[in-house]
């Protein structure tokens, strides 16, 4: 398969505008339910979707990433970027972001699970009633 080159700032601008938009729709869903929390009123609705929707949220974002990556390693060859800083390695970039993408999978699934554990432990407790 031919990788399609594309010029590294357009490849910069959408990486940029992805994490943007990730980062404002998870910070918008987090510090509400944070201020909601510091008012004394936080509704089951809130806790709810502060801890679900990193559900199809998590997986967009870092298939993005890895997209990004992917489709930006013939521009890196191409450039040797980072061959400064990477000089003193018996490595690439490119070579570093190989490495990246084949352990990426391996790294998000053990966070997302982290996450999916933490999420059972919140909204569990959401439902168990206390006995005084």
């Known amino acids: 398969m031919e990788h399609m080159l594309l010029p590294l700032n357009l490849l910069f601008y959408c990486k940029k505008l ?16 944070y201020a909601l929390n510091c008012i004394g009123y936080c509704p089951h609705w809130s806790t709810f979707i502060r801890y ?29 970027l980072y061959r400064d800083f990477f000089s003193r390695f018996h490595f690439s970039y490119y070579t570093f972001i190989q490495i990246l993408l084949l352990c990426y999978p391996l790294l998000w699934g053990k966070l997302y699970l982290h996450l999916l554990k933490q999420r059972r432990s919140k909204l569990g407790k959401a439902h168990v009633k206390r006995r005084e």
């Open 52 to 80: 679900t929707a990193f559900i199809p949220l998590y997986p967009l974002g870092a298939a993005g990433e890895v997209w990004l990556m992917y489709h930006a390693l013939p521009y890196i060859k191409e450039k040797d």
């Open 18 to 33: 992805h994490s943007w938009k990730s980062f404002m729709e998870h910070s918008f869903i987090r510090y509400s339910h």
